[in-house]
């Protein structure tokens, strides 16, 4: 059974940087499309960035473009998520997903009843 575990969450301040990873362990990642999800406080949990087993492209939702990068190396059976530029909107409980499918679809919580999922790591971006 495929367990993840998030780490690489804590308090930065604003424009600053963190690296989240999410280490998985049992069957091997590279036949499962990777998630990102957030969810703040009294929000809705948001899709934030996906990546395909080929890791050929990540898939980004509006507000991480350009500023979250979503990487995979599947001989660590690892992924990353490295957040650039961070807000204080940015603050939320970060979550990794596995999906045993092969692609990304438009909507990043299409998937998201059959996924692993980790415990979550808390990103709290403050001054």
């Known amino acids: 059974q495929l367990q993840l575990v998030e780490s690489g969450g804590g308090r930065v301040q604003p424009g600053g940087s963190l690296k989240l990873s999410c280490q998985a362990s049992?069957?091997?990642?590279?036949?499962?499309?990777i998630t990102w999800f957030r969810q703040a406080p009294g929000k809705e949990r948001e899709g934030v960035a996906c990546?395909?087993?080929?890791?050929?492209?990540?898939q980004y939702a509006d507000f991480s473009e350009g500023r979250f990068t979503i990487s995979r190396d599947n001989a660590k059976n690892t992924a990353y998520l490295q957040m650039n530029t961070l807000k204080p909107e940015d603050t939320a409980v970060y979550y990794c997903?596995?999906?045993?499918?092969?692609?990304?679809?438009?909507?990043?919580?299409?998937?998201?009843?059959?996924?692993?999922w980790g415990q979550g790591t808390q990103v709290i971006v403050s001054s």
């Open positions: 997903t596995a999906t045993p499918v092969t692609y990304c679809p438009d909507n990043m919580s299409a998937f998201s009843r059959w996924a692993s």
């Open positions: 049992g069957p091997n990642l590279n036949t499962y499309t």
């Open positions: 990546i395909d087993t080929s890791s050929s492209s990540g």
